[in-house]
């Protein structure tokens, strides 16, 4: 293989790839990536076997061919380079010689014929979307699913198709996060599951793109396409739970406040919480009280007076501070309401004049 490349796209090619090669001790060739030069493109590929990704990149293909090389050590070495604009790659042997006006490397190659197929999904059934918009869907709910859950399902990124709606859903079974995402063309699925992980990778692989991505799915894997780009990703086959039944149809207390305020009066508590991070919801309507109390036997204790409009019962619930908190980065109003239904019944949290999230929380144990 021998081709010469312009250094800013091979390092946004790597920089997208280095994010999926995988770190197996047992398959050495998942840390690498895979060069493969023809057509005047070079498309690099990377795998840790539950996600793949290959980008292409427009090259000058002198002698095609294909290689494997460690995907951490050529990247590092691509974004390291300064001012190089024009890139020699060429393959002696079983190494890779990378040559620039000012630099000129080695790097010892892996087998080839070890890596991994990556899925080849079809474009049939597709749907287009804007990658920021599937990106901030996943964004809104992601910090709800469970991390390294017994239950794959609650380690997963429920993405459902409803009228002209995609509804992305998270829970770990504390706390749950939906946000639906207005969409043009309805696709072909109506749920899927998507590993916790592999959103992860997916948001940061997308997370500046203004363009579309289309979206294939076939059975037990989906398929996202933009610019290039094409990405793969295992999706968990089972049943999502059927979070609509503990939404509350009513509720006996709201309060609506501003968000910033909330936020403020909530670092604040923080710094007195137990190591529970537990705090006290305390709401007296008719007093037009609302207060935060936080108490720990070893600093002390901090009672923070929020100014909110309040209707209905008084209430003192119990709540985990992040579990509380988490929520507020997908609230784009400046004002929050917060609806109670009773003593140990979950908290739904929105955005005023916003129907498209809702989080909701389940209360501690009343101490």
Do not use: W
């Not at 293989?1 to 995988?22: H, P, R, V, Y």
């Not at 910090?143 to 859950?149: C, N, P, Q, R, T």
């Not at 290039?228 to 503990?246: A, L």
Request: glycine share 4%; aromatic share 6%; proline share 4%.
């Amino acid at each position: 293989m021998k081709i010469e490349a312009i250094k800013g796209q091979l390092e946004e090619a790597f920089n997208k790839a280095d994010k999926i090669a995988g770190k197996n001790q047992n398959l050495p060739v998942l840390s690498g990536f895979y060069l493969d030069a023809r057509d005047n493109l070079l498309i690099v590929k990377a795998t840790n076997l539950d996600l793949g990704i290959s980008v292409s990149i427009p090259v000058k293909v002198i002698e095609p061919g294909i290689v494997v090389v460690p995907a951490h050590i050529i990247s590092s070495f691509v974004s390291s380079l300064v001012s190089d604009r024009n890139i020699t790659l060429q393959t002696k042997n079983q190494v890779l010689d990378i040559k620039t006006k000012t630099t000129k490397t080695s790097i010892n190659t892996l087998p080839s014929e070890e890596f991994p197929i990556i899925p080849e999904i079809g474009n049939d059934g597709a749907f287009s979307m804007p990658a920021r918009d599937f990106v901030f869907g996943i964004r809104s709910v992601i910090y709800a699913a469970a991390v390294g859950s017994i239950k794959p399902e609650l380690s997963s990124i429920s993405i459902t198709h409803e009228g002209e709606f995609l509804v992305f859903a998270a829970t770990d079974s504390f706390r749950l996060a939906e946000k639906k995402i207005k969409i043009k063309k309805a696709p072909h699925f109506k749920q899927i599951l998507v590993p916790q992980k592999n959103a992860l990778e997916i948001v940061k692989i997308f997370d500046r793109g203004d363009e579309e991505v289309s979206i294939s799915i076939e059975e037990h894997q989906m398929a996202l396409r933009s610019n290039g780009v094409y990405i793969t990703s295992r999706i968990i086959d089972g049943n999502f739970p059927d979070y609509r039944q503990i939404i509350p149809k009513e509720s006996k207390t709201t309060a609506v406040t501003l968000k910033q305020d909330l936020i403020a009066s909530l670092k604040t508590s923080l710094i007195f919480s137990d190591s529970m991070n537990q705090l006290i919801l305390r709401l007296v309507p008719k007093e037009k009280k609302f207060e935060i109390e936080s108490k720990n036997s070893t600093v002390g204790e901090s009672i923070q007076s929020l100014e909110a409009v309040l209707e209905g019962e008084d209430i003192s619930i119990n709540v985990n501070h992040r579990y509380f908190t988490d929520c507020f980065q997908s609230v784009m109003t400046d004002s929050l309401s917060l609806s109670f239904s009773g003593q140990a019944k979950p908290i739904v949290i929105r955005g005023v004049g916003d129907q498209s999230f809702l989080y909701l929380v389940m209360p501690m144990n009343q101490a």
